[in-house]
C-alpha cells in the first residue's frame, strides 16, 4: 500500500505508542517494585508476580484479540482493548489487597495486548517485504524511547507520590490512545477479512505446523524469557545490591533503553543491504556471549562499572531481533497477520511471565538466579535459529 510521508508518520507514531504497551505498563513501575514489597508486606517473588500478571495477561490477550481484528478489522478491536485497558488500571491504582491487585493487572495485560499485536497487523497491512522490515525497526525506535522514558517519570513520580501514582498516569495514557484509535483509518478492508472466528482462529495450528515460522515463534519465547528476567531483577539488584535510589535507577535503566533505541536504528538502516537472516544471528550471538560476561562479573563481585557495559551489550541487541525476526515471521503469512502476530506475542510474552517470579527464588539480595536464566533464555534461542531458522535460508 502506498502511503504518503505524512501517513508514515502518523502511523509510525501511533503503531510506536501501542506496541509500546508493554514497557509502559512495566518499565514505569519498575523503580517503585521494593516499595509495593515493603507497602503491600509481601516477599520480592511476589512482588515480582505482579509483573507476571501482567505478561501473562499480554500472553493470552494477543492470541485472543490477533484473530479478532482479522476478521473484524483492527480499529474497533483495538479501542476496546484501550477501554479495557483503562477501566482496569483504575482498579490497579484502589486496589489493597495484594490478590485484587494481580487480578487487576492481569485483566489490564490482557487488554493492553490488543495494541501490541493489532499494531504489528496494521504494520504488514500497509507495507512488505525490505519496506516492512524499515517499517518495523522505525516502530522499534518509537517503541525504544518507552524503555527511556517510563523508568525516568516512575522515579521522579515517585518523589512527590506512592507508587500508585504511576498507575494513575497509565490511566491517562490509556485515554490518549483510546483518542488515538478512534481516529485511525481503517487498514484491514472488508474483502480481505476471514470470514469467521472459528476459521481465524483455525490458523493457529496451522501456522504452528510450519516448522519455519514455529523456529521464530521459540526464538521470540526464549529471547524475551531472557529479557523479562532482567526486567524482574533490575530494580532489585542495583537498589538492594548496589544501594542506589529508585530515582538513580531510573536512570540506569532509561540509558539501557537508550540502547535499545539506537540499536533499533540499524535495521532500518541495513534493510535490502544486510540481509534479515544475518542481522537475527548477530542479534542471538551478541547477548548470549554478554550474559555469560555478567555472570562471570557477579561472581566475581565485580563493581557497577564492569556490570552497567556488559549488562549493556547483552540487552541492547533485543531490537534488533525483534524487528528482523518479525520481518522474516510475517512476510509470509498475508491475510494470516493478524494471527501470526497474535502468536508470536504470546509466545514473547510468556516464558517471561513465568520466569519473573524466579528471578527472586534465591532472595532480592543476589543476581545469579537472572543471570543463568538468561544465558538459558540466549543459548536456547541461538540453538533454535540453528535448527529451524538459519537452514532455510542456506537452502
Known amino acids: 500500500m502506498a502511503m504518503s510521508k505524512g501517513t508514515q508518520l502518523w502511523l509510525t507514531v501511533f503503531l510506536g505508542l501501542m506496541t509500546a504497551m508493554a514497557p509502559l505498563a512495566t518499565d514505569m ?15 520480592a517473588s511476589l512482588a515480582q508476580m505482579t509483573l507476571t500478571m501482567t505478561m501473562l495477561g499480554m500472553a493470552l490477550g494477543q492470541i485472543f484479540a490477533g484473530p479478532v481484528s482479522d476478521r ?7 479501542a476496546a482493548g484501550m477501554v479495557i485497558f483503562t477501566l482496569s ?6 486496589a489493597q ?3 485484587l491487585f494481580l487480578f487487576f493487572r492481569f485483566v489490564s495485560g490482557f487488554a493492553g495486548a490488543s495494541g501490541i499485536v ?9 507495507c512488505e517485504g525490505p519496506e516492512l522490515t524499515k517499517f518495523f525497526a522505525m516502530l522499534m525506535m518509537v517503541n525504544g524511547l518507552a524503555p527511556i522514558i517510563a523508568p525516568v517519570i516512575g522515579g521522579q513520580i515517585l518523589l512527590f507520590t506512592s507508587w500508585r501514582g504511576v498507575f494513575v498516569l497509565l490511566v491517562a495514557v490509556g485515554l490518549f490512545q483510546l483518542i488515538a484509535t478512534l481516529i485511525y483509518k481503517e487498514t484491514l478492508p472488508t474483502d480481505k477479512r476471514l470470514k469467521g472466528l472459528q476459521e481465524s482462529f483455525a490458523k493457529f495450528p496451522l501456522l504452528l505446523k510450519n516448522r519455519y515460522f514455529l523456529g521464530h ?27 542506589v535510589s529508585p530515582q538513580m535507577f531510573s536512570l540506569i535503566f ?29 542479534s542471538l550471538v551478541v ?15 565485580a563493581g557497577m562499572e564492569i556490570i552497567l557495559p556488559v549488562l549493556f551489550l547483552t540487552i541492547t541487541p533485543l531490537s534488533v531481533m525483534g524487528a528482523a525476526s518479525f520481518s522474516l515471521a510475517l512476510s509470509r503469512q498475508g491475510k494470516n497477520a493478524g494471527s501470526a502476530s497474535a502468536l508470536i506475542g504470546f509466545f514473547s510474552m510468556i516464558l517471561g511471565g513465568c520466569m519473573m517470579p524466579l528471578v527472586g527464588i534465591a532472595g532480592d539480595n543476589t543476581a545469579i538466579p537472572m543471570c543463568v536464566i538468561m544465558i538459558c533464555g540466549y543459548g536456547l534461542g541461538y540453538v533454535v535459529f540453528q535448527l529451524m531458522i538459519d537452514p532455510e535460508h542456506r537452502a
Open 29 to 43: 513501575y519498575l523503580p517503585a517494585l521494593p516499595m509495593v514489597q515493603l507497602d503491600m508486606g509481601i516477599s
Open 72 to 78: 473484524y478489522g483492527r480499529k474497533w478491536p483495538l
Open 89 to 94: 488500571t483504575v482498579g490497579c491504582v484502589w
Open 97 to 99: 489487597d495484594i490478590m
Open 118 to 126: 493489532i499494531a504489528k497487523a496494521i504494520a504488514r497491512d500497509v
Open 217 to 243: 515463534c521459540l526464538v521470540q519465547c526464549f529471547v524475551f524469557g531472557a529479557f523479562f528476567s532482567y526486567l524482574a531483577g533490575s530494580s532489585f539488584v542495583f537498589q538492594n545490591i548496589f544501594h
Open 254 to 282: 532509561g540509558g539501557i533503553g537508550a540502547g535499545l533505541l539506537l540499536a533499533g536504528a540499524l535495521p532500518a538502516r541495513l534493510a535490502g543491504r544486510v540481509e534479515d537472516v544475518k542481522m537475527l544471528q548477530v
Open 287 to 301: 547477548p548470549l556471549v554478554g550474559s555469560v560476561l555478567l555472570l562471570l562479573a557477579f561472581s566475581a563481585e
